[in-house]
């Protein structure tokens, strides 16, 4: 398993390796892996002879408020679980945006120190938001309609970082597939618009949601959850299951479901970010679920913002009718 730090290594190994007749496939991680991550693995070693995992805890998906100077990281950790998984390359990449010149990054493996903003700081500067990415990266890219509901509503620049960094790695690794879960329904979908959009020749995979066993839904950020807030996180998950038996009942009301759902979460301590039930393709509100729609859940648990979904399709009797 070769660890790959430079962004030219790791574009002539994929080359080297499409040029012997073999197809490249990409699992992109921001680290911290879980069993949800190594069933990707598992998955796009089905649709390719050699898999490559990136491991970039991405800063451009942060804005100030937000977590990335307290995400998980571990990058041992990570190597030994990928190891029994048959990984050709792991991109552990020093930083994405150029700042080499100005910062000694610790996100993704070397030394260096973070401010109370979450920004990343050198021995001689703290950054301040208007230059967290240097005077060198100012190109951006922007999934118009797909990035605005859901989780765009309170995290604006979430889905520009994602958008960006990805098209970075399609760039860099040049992979012929690329996997990715679905517990980040709206994050799927931006990255499958801009892939076709974008005419990115790289097929997008979309995986199941991995659960833990008690049915939570896998994330890196569970670690944070104390054993009381994990036990009452599980109300998401929970009444999204209940959600899905009202729809096989013929419950058709996209208000009556997400109440549910919202009395559910509130009465077991969560804040609610979002409930909301959407078309699949377009995100935009349903009132009744007549086409395939998603219930995608966002919550708050002791301080650890949660993502759930589930897909649903309409009753048989409407299908039938």
Not at 13 to 21: E, P
Not at 158 to 183: H, Q, S, W, Y
Request: glycine share 6%; aromatic share 8%; charged share 25%.
């Amino acid at each position: 398993m070769k660890v790959i730090k430079e962004k030219q290594e790791m574009r002539s190994w994929s080359r080297a390796m499409r040029k012997a007749g073999n197809r490249v496939a990409l699992v992109p991680t921001m680290g911290f892996l879980h069993s949800g991550h190594l069933a990707l693995v598992e998955e796009a070693k089905k649709h390719a002879q050699h898999v490559v995992v990136s491991i970039y805890v991405n800063p451009g998906q942060f804005a100030p408020n937000e977590d990335f100077g307290s995400y998980p990281r571990d990058i041992d950790g990570d190597l030994q679980k990928l190891q029994p998984f048959g990984v050709d390359a792991i991109f552990n990449p020093f930083d994405l945006y150029e700042r080499h010149s100005r910062l000694n990054t610790s996100a993704n493996g070397i030394a260096g120190s973070h401010d109370t903003k979450g920004f990343l700081q050198s021995d001689d500067s703290t950054l301040c938001e208007d230059d967290t990415y240097g005077q060198e990266h100012e190109t951006w890219i922007q999934v118009e309609k797909l990035s605005k509901p859901l989780c765009g509503q309170n995290r604006p620049i979430f889905f520009r970082g994602v958008a960006t960094v990805v098209a970075k790695l399609f760039n860099i690794v040049e992979p012929d597939v690329a996997i990715f879960g679905k517990k980040d329904f709206q994050q799927w979908r931006v990255i499958c618009r801009m892939v076709r959009d974008l005419d990115f020749a790289v097929d997008i995979v979309g995986c199941p949601i991995a659960r833990d066993f008690d049915g939570i839904a896998m994330s890196s950020r569970n670690v944070h959850l104390s054993p009381t807030d994990r036990c009452q996180a599980l109300s998401i998950s929970r009444s999204l299951r209940e959600a899905a038996e009202s729809v096989t009942e013929c419950e058709v009301s996209a208000q009556l479901l997400v109440e549910h759902v919202r009395k559910a979460i509130t009465a077991a301590g969560g804040k609610i970010d979002y409930a909301s039930i959407v078309d699949q393709e377009t995100l935009k509100d349903v009132r009744e679920i007549r086409a395939p729609v998603v219930f995608a859940v966002a919550a708050w648990f002791g301080g650890v913002r949660l993502l759930d979904n589930i897909e649903l399709q309409p009753p048989q009797s409407l299908l039938e009718s």
